[in-house]
C-alpha cells in the first residue's frame, strides 16, 4: 500500500498555565520531563521519516509549543527543520502565546522555516483573560504582532473566542475593534464550547458561573462574522476568516479528509480510511517509544463518507461532487438522501460542482448534520 501523507501534526503538550476552558491534551511540567518527551518526539518522527516524504504542510500545535525554555524550542525546531522532506513544506505554522515572543524565539522560527504563527489571543478583555486564567491583553498582543512583522513574518492568525461567560456585545466589539487594528492576515473566531473536564465545567456545574443565553452566543456570532466579513476576511470555513490568499493550507486537510500525519502525545493520524491515535498518558508514550521507536497506537475505522461530508461542509465551498463520486464509487445523495430536504428549505445550495452551506445554514450546520449522521 502506498500512502501519501500530505501534512505533517507535531504535539507539544506544555503549557505555562491551564485555562478554564481548555480541554486540549496539555500539562504544567518541570524541564526534566519535557527534554524527556523531546527525545522521545524526535524518536518517533525518526521513524516515520520514511512516510513524510510528500508533505507540504507542518503544523506544531499544542499545549502551548512557544512556551517551552529557549535551548528546548530550539532543540524543537531543529528536529524538525532538518527533516529533508522540510524542502518541499509550503507553509509551516507554529502556535504561540503573545506573551513567549521574544526576538530570541523569533528569529528561531524564521531559522527553521517557519512561514505561519497562530497566536492564542481568545479576547483583550482584561476581566474576561483573568476569568479565564489567561495572559494577554492588547499592549502584549500588539507588541507581538509588531515584533513579528519587524522580523518579516506575513502569515499570522489570532485565535478568538466569543460565548465565553461575562461576555457581551460591547466586549465583543472591542475586541473586535482591538482585533482589526493590528490588521492579521487570518483569524479563527470560535463560539466557546463547554467541554467536560474542565475548570469551567466544574464551576458552572457548582453554578459558580453561568453560561450565556443561546440567544445572546447567536447576536455575539453575528456580530463577528458581520464585521470580519465587512472589513475584507472571507468566511472560508464556519470559523475561520482570511484575507485573500491568506487561508491555512494545513487544516483543510482535515476538513477534506486527505492523510496526515501526527506525531507527539495524543497526536492523531490519517490515512488508509483509518485514524490512529497515539497513548494519552506521556509516560506510556515515552517509555514505548523508548523501547520501540514508536508508541502503541489506538486504531480507529473511519466512516469516510460521514465524515468527508461534515467536515467538508465547513468549507464556504463545501464539497466538490465529482470528488466525492470519485473517491467513494457513489455519488452523494445516494448515500445522504436526506440532504435533499435541506436544498428545499435552503439551507443547503448546489453551485455548478459543489454542494455548499447557503449562509443560514453555516449558522444553522447542526440541523443539517442530522441528516448525515
Ligand atoms: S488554551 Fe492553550 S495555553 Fe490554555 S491550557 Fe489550553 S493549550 Fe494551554
Not at 85 to 107: G, H, L, Y
Not at 122 to 134: G, P, S, W, Y
Not at 275 to 303: A, C, D, F, W
Not at 328 to 349: A, C, R, T
Request: hydrophobic content about 40%.
Amino acid at each position: 500500500m502506498i500512502v501519501l501523507i500530505k501534512g505533517l501534526y507535531i504535539h507539544l503538550p506544555f503549557c505555562k498555565q491551564i485555562c478554564s476552558y481548555c480541554d486540549f491534551s496539555k500539562l504544567v511540567a518541570k524541564r526534566e520531563l519535557k527534554e524527556a518527551y523531546l527525545l522521545a518526539l524526535q524518536k518517533e518522527l525518526e521513524f516515520r521519516k520514511p512516510l513524510l516524504e510528500g508533505i507540504e504542510t507542518v503544523y506544531l500545535g499544542g499545549g502551548t509549543p512557544s512556551c517551552l525554555e529557549t535551548p528546548l524550542f530550539k532543540m524543537l525546531l531543529k528536529m524538525i527543520s532538518r527533516l529533508k522532506a522540510m524542502s518541499k513544506v509550503v507553509e509551516f505554522t507554529i502556535e504561540a502565546n503573545p506573551e513567549d515572543i521574544d526576538i530570541e524565539k523569533v528569529d528561531l522560527m524564521l531559522d527553521a522555516g517557519v512561514t505561519r504563527i497562530s497566536l492564542g489571543v481568545q479576547t483583550f478583555a482584561l476581566e474576561i483573560l483573568e476569568k479565564m486564567q489567561r495572559e494577554g491583553g492588547f499592549d502584549t498582543v500588539s507588541q507581538a504582532v509588531r515584533l513579528l512583522r519587524e522580523k518579516g513574518f506575513v502569515d499570522i492568525n489570532i485565535d478568538m473566542i466569543y460565548g465565553y461567560p461575562g461576555q457581551n456585545l460591547q466586549i465583543i466589539a472591542n475586541d473586535l475593534r482591538f482585533l482589526l487594528g493590528l490588521e492579521p492576515d487570518h483569524v479563527s473566531y470560535y463560539s466557546l464550547i463547554l467541554e467536560a473536564r474542565t475548570i469551567l465545567s466544574h464551576l458552572v456545574k457548582n453554578k459558580v458561573v453561568t453560561m450565556p443565553l443561546e440567544d445572546d452566543v447567536c447576536d455575539q456570532s453575528e456580530l463577528v462574522v458581520q464585521t470580519l466579513e465587512t472589513h475584507g476576511y472571507n468566511r472560508y470555513e464556519i470559523s475561520n476568516f482570511a484575507r485573500e490568499g491568506h487561508e491555512a493550507r494545513h487544516n483543510r486537510l482535515y476538513w477534506q479528509l486527505q492523510e496526515y500525519l501526527g506525531i507527539g502525545l495524543k497526536a492523531a493520524s490519517q490515512f488508509d480510511n483509518h485514524r490512529y491515535v497515539n497513548p494519552l498518558k506521556i509516560s506510556e508514550y515515552i517509555s514505548e517509544v523508548n523501547m520501540h521507536g514508536v508508541p502503541k497506537q489506538t486504531i480507529e475505522t473511519l466512516e469516510p463518507e460521514k465524515e468527508l461530508v461534515i467536515l467538508g461542509l465547513r468549507l464556504r465551498e463545501g464539497i466538490e461532487l465529482s470528488a466525492f463520486e470519485k473517491r467513494f464509487l457513489v455519488p452523494l445523495f445516494k448515500v445522504f438522501p436526506g440532504l435533499e430536504q435541506h436544498l428545499d428549505n435552503g439551507l443547503l445550495e448546489l453551485t455548478k460542482s459543489h454542494l455548499r452551506f447557503t449562509k443560514r445554514g453555516f449558522d444553522l450546520a447542526n440541523q443539517v448534520y442530522l441528516a448525515v449522521i
